[in-house]
């Protein structure tokens, strides 16, 4: 099939859509791109993307609304239609549309946390979103939903949705053999958000901490209250970090911490992709027990599961890894970089997901 596309005498069967791409820094987009790759290693693939902005932030908003048109026009130059149309994020159902005609393409929707969770916001948006998704999920009951974590399927059912698989997600992240060596320091990676719980972080736990323990935040600042709590004793604001960078933090810290909470909107984490790449890396991973997370970490294998919002459990946690030896540090990380290396594939990802494409054949 490669050789017939590449001389013109036939199109990519697949097309995949997203409005989640590089430079614009998130899990989203890491997927986005790396699924995208690793599915042209099994056959080749039509990718629509969208862009982000080189400050690592996401689309403007005159980008996103254009971004339809675009879809559609080039969707329109095909001399076919697809075989299967995959679209990137529950967000882009209605993309669809001007293609149902005639049921000759298969539609596979991707679900990952905040696509899905959206409406639990609550306010005019909520509700109108959540209206937006109950009726993509009547026009397109034939989709195949394929969602990021058991909890962001269990979120798209609240809208009428029913994932058909679960695919979690991979990292092909990496790191140089542990020398049991670490800063001290812990190490808080994405964006700041309030579900995320970095500033819960920051006011519940670290006051239980010695006084030598600090944390550094790699990341991008969203939610002001978040981004204000960084301005407190014993924290640094790294910014966005480029993979090498970031994986070489991820090796130096202490601890990787995603102590994601509940919050009174309901958001939760679809998947957490900080938590693969970093024990990839060389990381010891604590996050919470809570949503997505529970599918990015294989608990006590790949890092360790913390009672969400419990901060002297969090406190314990923190100084339990901190007495280790170097010997145990160093067996368990290299055991869980093996483990995160076997499991989190983004040939496992690229083959699920294209499993269920084989339907549209």
Not at 45 to 57: E, F, H, K, S, Y
Not at 202 to 229: H, N
Request: aromatic share 8%; hydrophobic share 45%.
């Amino acid at each position: 099939m490669a050789s017939d596309v590449a001389s013109g005498r036939r199109e990519p069967r697949i097309v995949f859509v997203t409005r989640k791409w590089p430079p614009a820094v998130g899990g989203m987009e890491t997927w986005s791109y790396r699924l995208a790759q690793s599915l042209q290693a099994i056959e080749p693939v039509q990718t629509i993307a969208l862009p982000g902005r080189n400050d690592g932030m996401p689309p403007s908003a005159w980008a996103l609304l254009a971004f339809p048109f675009t879809v559609l026009v080039r969707l329109l130059a095909r001399r076919a239609k697809p075989e299967v149309l995959h679209l990137g994020d529950m967000a882009l159902w209605a993309l669809a549309l001007p293609i149902l005609g005639g049921r000759t393409t298969r539609i596979v929707i991707s679900a990952h946390g905040t696509d899905v969770s959206y409406p639990r916001r609550g306010g005019i948006k909520g509700r109108l979103y959540g209206a937006y998704l109950r009726l993509g999920a009547r026009l397109l009951y034939r989709a195949t939903v394929v969602a990021n974590s058991h909890a962001t399927a269990e979120i798209a059912a609240e809208s009428g949705w029913r994932a058909a698989a679960v695919v979690p997600l991979a990292t092909d992240m990496s790191g140089p053999a542990p020398t049991g060596q670490h800063d001290g320091t812990l190490l808080f990676a994405g964006r700041l958000l309030e579900h995320k719980g970095c500033g819960w972080f920051l006011r519940e736990v670290m006051p239980l901490l010695p006084a030598e323990v600090s944390l550094r935040v790699a990341g991008t600042g969203w939610d002001a209250a978040e981004r204000a709590a960084l301005c407190g004793p014993r924290i640094e604001f790294l910014g966005a970090l480029p993979q090498k960078p970031l994986a070489e933090a991820y090796g130096r810290a202490l601890c990787v911490i995603m102590p994601n909470i509940v919050t009174p909107r309901g958001e939760v984490e679809g998947f957490g992709l900080v938590a693969p790449e970093a024990a990839a890396a060389g990381g010891v991973v604590l996050a919470a027990d809570h949503g997505g997370l529970r599918d990015a970490v294989l608990d006590g294998e790949t890092g360790f599961l913390v009672p969400s919002g419990d901060a002297q459990a969090w406190a314990a946690a923190v100084q339990r890894i901190a007495a280790w030896t170097d010997a145990q540090r160093t067996a368990f990380i290299e055991r869980a970089q093996a483990r995160a290396r076997a499991h989190f594939s983004w040939a496992r990802v690229a083959a699920q997901v294209h499993s269920l494409y084989e339907g549209a054949r």
